[in-house]
């Protein structure tokens, strides 16, 4: 048997062209343009290319785009004052600071002085206090983009037992909540748990976010689940190449499970697809327009 | 009166309160004026005078002031929200606490928004929640806390142990999650949709109960040796005609089998109001911490 690959590029690819319709709908109908704004400190390579693409694929589906970028050492004033600012501008529905700041700026200060109704990665406290109580939110990109492909294989996942492996605030944390509002009785299982192998083979659904490459193997799959692997880590192969693999081992997984996410191309490409569809029900929301707000369904 | 005999699996509430309310007792002793905690409800039951009753009995053992307020049935939304956001300018207040149930014109979610994160008593503002889920414990929902203290007055070292939390609400059981998992237990949170609680409460060391469903968990659900923490609370009337308070556990039977189980009442229950005076004195070093108060 050989699992069904759950091809994230793809189902991205979907999303992008849901979000540019519902877009094209809210410039006709209500002369709104959703706007995005990326703000970035520092030169981190990283960070500038996941902020070009973010602003590329931005302007793609049809929205605004605004990029912010600021050197290494501006200082906290400075960035807050822009983030006030940027809270009360009308045509920037989405705000989003490009994570890691810089040593000296605290983050927690940073994410939380955004408008709860603006962040779209789903990080201000009351966002996730009301994702953990299961009330609207903005919900983190990542996690949104597991439940999304999850709800496309399998329609409804109701008592369905799934295991998340890791306690990361951006991932392993709202991906139980989000399990849990669609009633899939959840395990959270970490570097603590005793027996993870015994833990993961309960599980129908697995999602893997520790960022360990291929830490989990096929032997701790149960037959026909489905795998879900957040994890993006590179690896050194034979002459001076590297590889990205995931937290699953792909092969020995992809032997016994139903359904997998391949890395690169399942989870990743999903998160800015994520993005997009979130700065759009931001629109929708401050907009009193919820009732188009489930476009992505 | 005849004589008790002891059952040593019985974990009960009131030395583990005491403890916490010693605690705080010697917190507001040092610190002086703290402010008052205000408990607000509106057109109270009888049931809701028992809560408040208890309530002001514990502050006056930490030696807090306390203001209970009852609001008349025919007060507005936007005048019980104007309230609330006086008492969070008013630095008399030190905390505020909402009696459930309220009218169903209030909406109960928008009030406990628009209570200061600082001045939360009852940790029920999604500040308060999405801090504990960042594992930043500082003002708790007191029944989650309450079953946390429970488990903790075994003795057990909670890393790594398997707990499983049936019922998910977000009063009790996804707070009390999210807590275990802060303090390193493997948690697995069922409910109502669940296909078999007892497979998964059957391996747990720790099985928590908060459904509402006098006796839904019996013997043959828990592993030998198990801590059963049972949050439930349901009146239940018997043949003769006499109401008793039974939690969600048929703790006769559960007995036999768990290492410890919590009577229900004299559990989870008492520990809870302690937490919420706790709760104040969190509030208070959090206050002064930034500024507000001297």
């Keep these: ?26 410039k ?15 030169t981190d390579p990283a960070s500038q290319v996941y902020v070009r693409s973010k602003g590329k694929q931005t302007v793609e589906v049809g929205m605004n785009s605004f990029e912010h970028k600021f050197d290494a050492d501006t200082s906290e004033d400075v960035l807050l004052a822009l983030i006030d600012s940027l809270n009360a501008d009308p045509a920037v529905h989405g705000i989003l600071v490009q994570l890691p700041l810089p040593a000296h700026l605290d983050e927690t200060l940073v994410i939380n002085r955004i408008a709860p109704e603006k962040d779209v990665d789903g990080f201000h406290i009351a966002n996730v206090g009301l994702l953990g109580t299961g009330q609207k939110s903005m919900v983190p990109c990542t996690p949104l983009g597991c439940l999304l492909m999850l709800r496309d294989y399998h329609g409804s996942l ?34 603590r748990t005793a027996d993870l192998p015994d833990v993961v083979r309960r599980a129908d659904i697995v999602v893997a976010a520790v960022g360990r490459p291929e830490m989990v193997p096929g032997d701790w799959i149960k037959p026909g689940a489905t795998v879900i692997d957040v994890g993006i880590n590179r690896i050194d192969i034979e002459d001076d190449k590297t590889k990205l693999v995931g937290d699953v081992d792909y092969d020995s997984c992809a032997a016994v499970a139903g ?20 700065t759009v029900t931001a629109c929708c929301r401050i907009n009193n327009l919820t009732d188009g707000e489930d476009f992505l369904s | 009166m005849t004589k008790k005999t002891v059952n040593h699996r019985q974990l009960l509430g ?51 002031d306390f203001d209970q ?35 169903p014109h209030i909406n109960i979610r928008s009030l406990q928004s628009a209570v200061h994160p600082l001045k939360d008593l009852e940790g029920m503002n999604p500040a308060s929640i999405g801090n504990i889920i960042y594992s930043d414990i500082a003002l708790v929902p007191c029944t989650a806390a309450a079953s946390v203290e429970m488990i903790k007055a075994t ?42 609680v007892a497979m998964h409460s059957r391996r ?64 989870v229950g008492p520990v809870t109001v302690a937490v919420l005076m706790r709760n104040a004195k969190t509030a208070h070093m959090r206050q002064t911490q930034i500024g507000w108060r001297a």
């Excluded at chain 1, 359904?259 to 979130?278: D, F, Q």
């Excluded at chain 2, 030395?15 to 008052?36: C, F, S, W």
């Excluded at chain 2, 006086?86 to 149930?101: A, F, K, T």
């Excluded at chain 2, 439930?232 to 039977?253: K, L």
């Design chain 1, 1 to 26: 048997m050989s699992a069904q690959i759950i091809d994230g590029k793809a189902f991205a690819a979907t999303v992008r062209q849901k979000v540019a319709a519902k877009v094209s709908d809210l």
């Design chain 1, 28 to 42: 006709d109908a209500h002369g709104v343009t959703p706007g995005l704004a990326v703000v970035l400190v520092g």
């Design chain 1, 158 to 191: 109701s008592g369905k037992n799934a295991v998340v492996i890791g306690r990361s605030n951006i991932v392993g944390k709202p991906m139980a909540q989000l399990l849990l509002n669609d009633s899939c009785t959840v395990t959270i299982a970490h570097s």
């Design chain 1, 259 to 278: 359904a997998i996410t391949p890395v690169p191309g399942g989870v990743g490409p999903m998160t800015i697809a994520c993005l997009l569809a979130n």
């Design chain 2, 14 to 64: 009131a030395p583990v309160r005491d403890h916490i309310i010693d605690e705080v007792r010697t917190y507001v002793d040092a610190a002086g004026k703290m402010g008052k905690i205000v408990s607000i409800a509106v057109d109270g039951t009888a049931e809701v005078e028992v809560y408040i009753r208890n309530q002001a009995r514990m502050a006056a053992r930490v030696g807090l």
């Design chain 2, 69 to 103: 307020q009852m609001w008349s049935r025919d007060i507005t939304q936007d005048a019980c929200k104007s309230r609330i956001q006086d008492m969070n300018d008013d630095p008399s207040v030190l905390g505020i606490i909402i009696q459930r149930p309220l009218p």
């Design chain 2, 155 to 196: 003795g057990l070292a909670l890393p790594g142990l398997e707990v499983v939390m049936i019922g998910h609400s977000e009063i009790v059981g996804r707070p009390a999650a999210m807590l275990l998992m802060a303090e390193g237990a493997t948690v697995t949170i069922c409910h109502h949709m669940t296909r078999s």
């Design chain 2, 204 to 267: 747990a060391d720790v099985v928590l109960v908060a459904v509402g469903s006098p006796h839904l968990i019996g013997a043959d659900m828990i592993k030998p040796g198990a801590v059963v923490i049972d949050i439930g609370i349901n009146r239940i009337v018997t043949d003769d005609d006499t109401s008793h308070i039974v939690g969600d556990v048929d703790t006769a039977a559960v007995a036999e089998v768990a290492g410890w189980i919590t009577p229900v009442p004299g559990g």
